[in-house]
């Protein structure tokens, strides 16, 4: 790490993220967001057609804090083929009295996918029917296997079934799940993962609907991770009209590009049918009512989120230096 302006890059950061400290801190930035908490203007999105790839830049700042934080974040689908990773970024760090830049956070667009991989957990926590034991993940890349790690490890899931549109790597991520001493199969159909658990995790760049409504089972919980920029979508909209409580990190953002605005659009619910995931794990509003109806979380990503991250790195990054004194 450089002197003066302090660049991290992972290597500096990865030793500062503990998985719990990170899942209290997207806890808390929800919790404040839906509170009101967060200055925060819509979020930037380019696309990249032609390289199947695209950008969010996303910025804000909690009232009072320290800190104000410049998101951007890239995911470019095709890279494996290039022997490139999908995402990559950096966060760039302000003080808010005198807008000096603290830092800049080389993440390579790994505090995006953490904070992520916390708020699904925490959204399939907030909505799990009782006695829910077998995760379902949709999707076979990078988000799906932290999305399979981190709820597996937050819920004590007992077994995972992985579903994607390529069969291979639906098996390969199952064998890397395996590999981290996870129970996890890889099935054949989209119905056989919806028959087999009643939590299930979508996280594909997907441009039209891969779960159909007549395949999920009552009691099931959804948690809608892929759809976090326009013309994306995992849920058929029909799913929305069996749902008794739809969940979301941002109303707006969620009804403008999210999962929920297909549904909204097609008249299947008005904005007032949805609930801030924020206020649910703070006990204002509840993620379930009875053990089978079907239930929703959809997830965009919000700023307060990277905000938390780049303020928790920055507080375990002062506390190291303090010990070493």
């Not at 930035?29 to 999105?45: C, D, E």
């Not at 990559?88 to 995006?112: K, N, Q, S």
């Not at 909204?264 to 801030?276: G, K, Q």
């Amino acid at each position: 790490m450089a002197t003066g302006f302090p660049i991290l890059t992972l290597e500096d950061i990865v030793p500062l993220c503990d998985p719990s400290e990170i899942t209290k801190a997207v806890q808390d930035a929800l919790i404040r967001h839906a509170q009101g908490k967060t200055v925060s203007p819509p979020p930037v999105q380019l696309e990249f057609p032609e390289a199947q790839g695209d950008c969010h830049i996303k910025t804000g700042y909690f009232r009072g804090d320290r800190y104000f934080a410049v998101k951007v974040a890239t995911g470019f689908y095709a890279n494996p083929s290039r022997g490139l990773p999908v995402n990559d970024g950096v966060t760039m760090v302000f003080d808010t009295h005198t807008g000096t830049p603290v830092a800049l956070l080389r993440d390579a667009g790994w505090l995006t996918s953490w904070r992520t991989a916390a708020a699904g957990a925490l959204a399939a926590a907030a909505g799990a029917p009782p006695g829910a034991c077998t995760l379902g993940i949709v999707g076979t890349g990078h988000q799906a296997q932290l999305q399979a790690e981190w709820i597996a490890e937050h819920l004590n899931m007992e077994r995972i079934v992985v579903w994607g549109r390529s069969a291979d790597r639906a098996e390969a991520l199952a064998s890397a799940l395996c590999a981290k001493g996870l129970t996890a199969v890889a099935v054949a159909s989209i119905q056989e993962l919806c028959a087999e658990t009643r939590l299930i995790v979508t996280c594909t760049p997907s441009a039209s609907a891969v779960v159909p409504t007549q395949a999920v089972q009552a009691g099931t919980h959804i948690v809608a991770v892929g759809a976090d920029s326009p013309g994306k979508q995992e849920l058929e909209p029909s799913l929305f009209a069996r749902a008794s409580v739809i969940a979301v990190d941002d109303r707006e953002q969620c009804l403008h590009h999210g999962e929920t605005s297909h549904a909204l659009r097609e008249r299947l619910l008005v904005a007032s049918d949805v609930v801030l995931l924020g206020d649910i794990l703070a006990g204002r509003a509840k993620g379930r009512l009875s053990a089978d109806e079907v239930t929703i979380t959809d997830l965009t990503g919000i700023a307060a989120q990277d905000v938390a991250m780049a303020s928790l790195v920055l507080e375990k990054m002062q506390c190291r230096r303090d010990l070493d004194r």
